[in-house]
Nanobody, 125 residues
């Protein structure tokens, strides 16, 4: 089992920044990659970013490229999402997720095995 706890959400003005954190515990040695997803009310869950266990590979959704940065600290079992130039339409619950296997793309939520409870990000206009 892997437990994930997100933090760092909150209210920010458009154009502002936030840094989300995800703390992993349990069988963290079994994690293949970590990802961030978001879900706004009435919308499907959307891929935001992912990072391989080694940190050597990162992936971003098209809408966040150049503004968001995913990073990890294996020693602390932490994953971060630095979000800059935030837009009101990015208001959503942001979820951290962990996948144990490398089959399939890290961009699909179907390939993730564990999820955090989510943290609310609200971007005001």
């Amino acid at each position: 089992q892997v437990q994930l706890v997100e933090s760092g959400g909150g209210l920010v003005q458009a154009g502002g920044s936030l840094r989300l954190s995800c703390a992993a515990s349990g069988r963290t040695f079994s994690i293949y990659a970590m990802g961030w997803f978001r879900q706004a009310p009435g919308k499907e869950r959307e891929f935001v970013a992912a990072i391989s266990r080694s940190g050597g590979n990162t992936y971003y959704g098209d809408s966040v490229k150049g503004r968001f940065t995913i990073s990890g600290d294996n020693a602390k079992n932490m994953v971060y999402l630095q979000m800059n130039s935030l837009k009101p339409e990015e208001t959503a619950v942001y979820y951290c997720a962990a996948r144990l296997y490398g089959t399939g793309t890290s961009r699909s939520d179907k390939n993730y095995d564990y999820w955090g409870q989510g943290t609310q990000v609200t971007v005001s206009s």
